[in-house]
């Protein structure tokens, strides 16, 4: 396992080692080049008070002990200072050939004059001798300074000069740093450290860029051989040394496991029998299984081609991809027919828009089931569910017929006896009649019912048109509760037959509560499974459980004059709506039904008619 950070922490470390180097070098060199100009500095510094010691032990006598000896106390300025330089001049002279280049003397506050042991007349003190010379005079203590630069530069040392310890004056000595090669020596050590200098940059440097470039190489190795794996998987990358090997060994494990999930991808892909097709969002095709292939008839070339390419001319399913990639519409279950030699083939398709994480678009997938056989299969089974029923039905039917005619023939029978029909008999006679009227009649629309006319129509007003309708007709204790949900999407329904459907349901509901109760309807839009839900709850005597799963047969009722066929209507209606009808009842408590309709969707559901052939 790679550590994070730690390739990126030894390479800057490494180049900040390589470039630390000649900047510490830099500041150490700056250090001894200054440290050696200080050095050298003290060294004349020290020279100079050298000088100035033997300068004065070589003088055992004062200045005024010196013209005492020679009788020139009382005689002028300037004879005093040719009589001190004559008898200084010896010492001077000596010292001098000692200390080359230095300059000295002696200072005689009595005369203001400067004494170095010369001939000729006395010389005028410049006034920074003159400034030191007070200086050294008021503090009594050793000046020196250093003045110029380069060739001109000039150490300058004076210090109280005393005698039988009262000061009688201030010796001095100077040198010219120039002369002395001083500065040589400083600009040699100059050169030479900033040639360490330049040599340190430059390994340093030249290390780091040697590193960088070493790193470089290694990285663009990784870059080229990544595409070629982008490519082929099967290519692993060349190795890498250090932790960069750990990397490419890394994206290798990686791409092998990569092309071992692939493997099981297309394994399982080419299992399934339903055709699956996925595209990114330039329209490329990403993914399509071996179903795919043979239903939409596609070329073996087609990945990483655009869909409209790969479909051949006519195909609808390249609209369908393109609305659910462009305007991101999704379909369910549509129903497609495509015609083949061996007859029509029934799909079911759907598409769904692809998101990330983020909720962008990232592509769209097809998918496409072939369901001829199961509706053939289905159609086989609802003719054998038919045929079942039909003689549920003969059965019932004579058993509803049989009262009312034996009735009839009972009744015909007593008019050919007495010849003399009376109002009673004539009164039951038509009641039969139009009871075996209305059982035909309904007898005719569970068999063959009317075509639905599927318009968009308001789910909540088809509810309450239904309920208005029972307000003015029926009189009950029953208490009324709507909680209709607002802003609906329209439900794609026939509003006549759906009322047909709440009629029978709410009469029926109706019928379970004589001495009254709640009746209690609410609509809703149930957002998993994309429909509208009308619930319709009572507090009557319930149904029994042994009843429950013959609720839909035709002719079964528990009531006594019921004729069982309201809600196998309803059963049959909601079906052709391609809807559902759950029931929940608790004996004593009541019962729930719960109708599911589509909403407004033409391409999910097709008009066709509500009856079962």
């Given amino acids: 396992m790679i550590r994070t950070g730690r390739l990126g922490n030894l390479l800057l470390m490494a180049i900040a080692l390589l470039l630390l180097f000649p900047v510490a070098l830099t500041f150490y060199m700056v250090k001894i080049v200054n440290n050696s100009e200080l050095a050298l500095l003290e060294n004349q510094k020290a020279k100079l008070a050298r000088v100035l010691d033997d300068l004065d032990s070589g003088v055992n006598q004062s200045f005024e002990e010196i013209l005492a000896a020679r009788g020139a106390r009382d005689a002028p300025r300037s004879e005093q200072a040719r009589v001190l330089n004559e008898a200084l001049r010896p010492p001077i002279e000596q010292l001098s050939l000692k200390y080359a280049r230095v300059q000295m003397g002696f200072y005689y506050p009595a005369l203001d004059l400067i004494l170095d042991g010369s001939n000729g007349p006395p010389k005028e003190i410049p006034r920074r001798q003159k400034s030191a010379?007070?200086?050294?005079?008021?503090?009594?203590?050793?000046?020196?300074?250093?003045?110029?630069?380069?060739?001109?530069?000039?150490?300058e040392v004076y210090r109280p000069y005393y005698r039988q310890g009262q000061l009688a004056g201030v010796i001095w000595a100077t040198e010219n740093l120039g002369?002395?090669?001083?500065?040589?020596?400083?600009?040699?050590?100059?050169?030479?450290?900033?040639?360490?200098?330049?040599?340190g940059l430059f390994l340093g440097l030249g290390g780091a860029l040697a590193l960088m470039h070493g790193f470089v190489r290694s990285v663009e190795k990784i870059k080229d051989g990544l595409k070629v794996l982008e490519q082929d998987l099967n290519r692993p990358l060349?190795?890498?040394?250090?932790?960069?090997?750990?990397?490419?060994?890394?994206?290798?494990?990686?791409?092998?496991?990569?092309?071992?999930?692939?493997?099981?991808?297309?394994?399982?892909?080419?299992?399934?029998d339903d055709a699956m097709l996925v595209v990114d969002v330039l329209g490329r095709v990403i993914i399509a299984n071996a179903a795919a292939g043979r239903l939409f008839a596609l070329p073996?070339?087609?990945?990483?081609?655009?869909?409209?390419?790969?479909?051949?001319?006519?195909?609808?399913?390249?609209?369908?991809?393109?609305?659910?990639?462009?305007?991101?519409?999704?379909?369910?279950?549509?129903?497609?027919?495509?015609?083949?030699?061996?007859?029509?083939?029934?799909?079911?398709?759907?598409?769904a828009t692809l998101l990330d994480s983020s909720g962008r678009t990232v592509g769209a997938a097809l998918y496409c089931r072939d369901v001829t056989e199961r509706l053939r299969l289905e159609e086989k089974m609802h003719r054998q569910e038919r045929l079942a029923a039909l003689g549920k039905l003969v059965a019932g039917v004579a058993h509803e017929i049989r009262n009312p005619l034996t009735s009839i023939?009972?009744?015909?029978?007593?008019?050919?006896?007495?010849?003399?029909?009376?109002?009673?008999?004539?009164?039951?006679?038509?009641?039969?009649?139009?009871?075996?009227?209305?059982l035909i009649e309904q007898l005719l629309y569970f068999t063959r019912p009317a075509e639905a006319k599927f318009a968009p129509r308001d789910l909540n007003q088809v509810v309450e048109k239904v309920l208005q309708f029972f307000r003015e007709v029926y009189r009950t204790p029953v208490e009324v509760v709507t909680n209709l949900e607002p802003d609906l999407p329209p439900a794609w329904i026939d509003g006549e037959q759906i009322e047909r459907v709440l009629m029978n349901i709410i009469y029926n509901a109706l019928q379970a509560m004589p001495e009254g109760g709640r009746l209690t309807l609410e609509t809703a839009f149930d957002r998993p499974s994309d429909s509208l839900v009308t619930t319709i709850s009572d507090t009557g005597c319930g149904i029994a459980p042994e009843h429950m799963k013959h609720l839909f047969d035709p002719f079964f009722s528990t009531r006594e004059k019921g004729t069982g066929l309201g809600l196998a209507i309803a059963h049959e209606i909601i079906q052709a709506h391609g809807g559902n009808i759950e029931v929940e009842s608790h004996v004593g408590r009541g019962t729930t039904f719960r109708i599911y309709l589509q909403v407004r969707k033409e391409e999910t559901h097709g008009q066709t008619g509500t009856g079962s052939g």
């Fill in 133 to 155: 010379i007070n200086e050294a005079l008021s503090t009594r203590r050793q000046v020196m300074q250093s003045l110029g630069q380069g060739a001109d530069a000039v150490l």
């Fill in 179 to 199: 002369h002395t090669g001083f500065y040589d020596r400083i600009r040699q050590m100059e050169t030479n450290s900033y040639a360490a200098i330049g040599l």
């Fill in 238 to 272: 060349p190795p890498a040394p250090g932790e960069l090997g750990e990397i490419t060994r890394a994206i290798n494990r990686l791409a092998s496991r990569l092309v071992d999930v692939h493997q099981y991808y297309q394994i399982m892909l080419a299992t399934i």
């Fill in 300 to 351: 073996e070339d087609y990945a990483y081609k655009h869909y409209r390419e790969t479909f051949p001319p006519g195909s609808p399913f390249p609209e369908l991809i393109s609305r659910a990639l462009e305007e991101k519409r999704q379909y369910k279950d549509l129903k497609l027919s495509r015609p083949r030699e061996q007859g029509d083939l029934d799909l079911l398709v759907s598409t």
């Fill in 409 to 438: 023939s009972c009744y015909i029978q007593l008019w050919q006896k007495t010849n003399n029909p009376s109002p009673r008999a004539l009164a039951t006679m038509y009641r039969e009649v139009t009871r075996l009227e209305n």
